[in-house]
């Protein structure tokens, strides 16, 4: 079986850019999160979505942050403009919430290593 | 207050012997989840084992086990037979809250590198 799939691998842009990250969920899951991890902070929750509706976006550090899910099997992150301390490796993972006797593990894509210049 | 901590930002085992990683969590939620993911040089971050709270036995996989206790809130990661390709970031990570209730989290750690030496 497929695992998530992330794309870009990697991305560097200039400051001021747009930036649109990529995410296939593994199939059959109905939730799907958004990591951004630093060395200064670690792994940090962006968003999450269940069953393509967002349900928890505490975590996007700003509007310049966006992000979308239009069908079970593909989501996107956006950013722009882009900024520099934007940098960091962005995680998508997903589970399947909600049925009892599941551990809900989350299972990571292989993530997008940004770097703005 | 910390929700996952971990308070040993590097250890070293020799090749072969076994390893403990440390985890405490902070919960007042009676049903909750914990995990241990490991993260290698390469980048990718690959889930290793799960301890539910209600689970009587502690949880293993392979060469993982998870030392579950409960009363202290530990859930600690041991290796045994220690591998270089054990060589990595290890992250303990939580899930607290009833999903639909509002306070679903999932909360990492800032986790604990490992070297195994040869």
């Known amino acids: 079986d497929a695992g998530v799939i992330q794309s870009p691998r990697h991305e560097v842009t200039e400051m001021g850019q747009e930036v649109t990250l990529r995410c296939k969920p593994i199939s059959g899951h109905n939730s799907l999160f958004w990591y951004r991890q630093t060395m200064m902070r670690g792994l940090e929750l962006l968003i999450y979505f269940n069953n393509n509706v967002p349900i928890d976006d505490s975590g996007m550090p700003e509007d310049r942050f966006s992000a979308k899910m239009p069908n079970a099997s593909f989501s996107t992150l956006k950013i722009q403009p882009s900024e520099p301390r934007d940098s960091a490796v962005y995680f998508c993972?997903?589970?399947?919430?909600?049925?009892?006797?599941?551990?809900?593990?989350?299972?990571f894509g292989p993530g997008t290593r940004l770097t703005v210049l | 207050a910390q929700k996952i901590t971990q308070t040993q930002p590097g250890m070293f085992v020799q090749e072969k012997e076994a390893v403990t990683l440390d985890c405490t969590y902070d919960?007042?939620?009676?049903?909750?989840?914990l995990f241990w993911y490991k993260q290698p040089s390469s980048g990718e971050m690959i889930f290793l084992i799960y301890q539910g709270s209600y689970d009587q036995q502690n949880a293993t996989e392979g060469r993982y086990s998870l030392n579950f206790q409960k009363a202290r809130k530990s859930a600690n990661l041991v290796i045994s037979a220690s591998q270089l390709g054990d060589s990595a970031m290890y992250f303990c990570a939580m899930r607290e809250g009833q999903f639909g209730s509002g306070t679903y989290k999932y909360i990492f750690g800032t986790g604990t590198r490992l070297k195994v030496l040869a």
């Open positions: 993972a997903s589970t399947f919430l909600g049925a009892r006797g599941r551990t809900d593990t989350q299972y």
């Open positions: 919960t007042s939620d009676p049903s909750y989840g």
